[in-house]
């Protein structure tokens, strides 16, 4: 029997029946729901600007909805973003993150996606 070789986006492939099984990591988020509350922009001190929004998704199973928070950081998302208000459906491609940072209270950090595409939902 062989062992698993490394392949070159750091899976593993397994030869020896003919077939090729590749295991790889991935971090894909695609989110459809309804925009809660208008994005908001804020300057950074980097100088970077970033524009958050919350998306509310339904579940579905019927239970409750989860409120997600976005972060749009490409000048493309932010733009998309800019043309939302409060009640809109969006369509969110993105990655999560979690983003660490300061409060009165000592270090926190949170989860988000990362938008790397935004589109209103026409249904």
């Known amino acids: 029997m062989r062992r698993p070789a490394e392949d070159e986006g750091g899976g593993t492939t397994t030869k020896g029946s003919g077939t ?24 950074l001190p980097s100088g970077d600007a970033l524009v958050t929004l919350r998306l509310v998704v339904a ?12 972060a749009c950081w490409s000048a493309g998302a932010r733009r998309a973003a800019g ?12 990655a999560l993150r979690r983003r660490f940072f300061r409060t009165p209270g000592g270090p926190a950090s949170r989860y988000e996606v990362e938008v790397r595409r935004l589109v209103r939902d026409r249904r």
């Open 59 to 70: 579940r579905a199973d019927g239970g409750p909805v989860d409120t997600i928070d976005c």
């Open 83 to 94: 043309r939302f208000q409060d009640g809109d459906r969006a369509r969110v491609e993105g």
């Open 20 to 43: 090729v099984a590749t295991t790889q990591e991935t971090n894909l988020v695609e989110l459809t729901g309804r925009v809660s509350g208008d994005p908001v922009t804020r300057d």
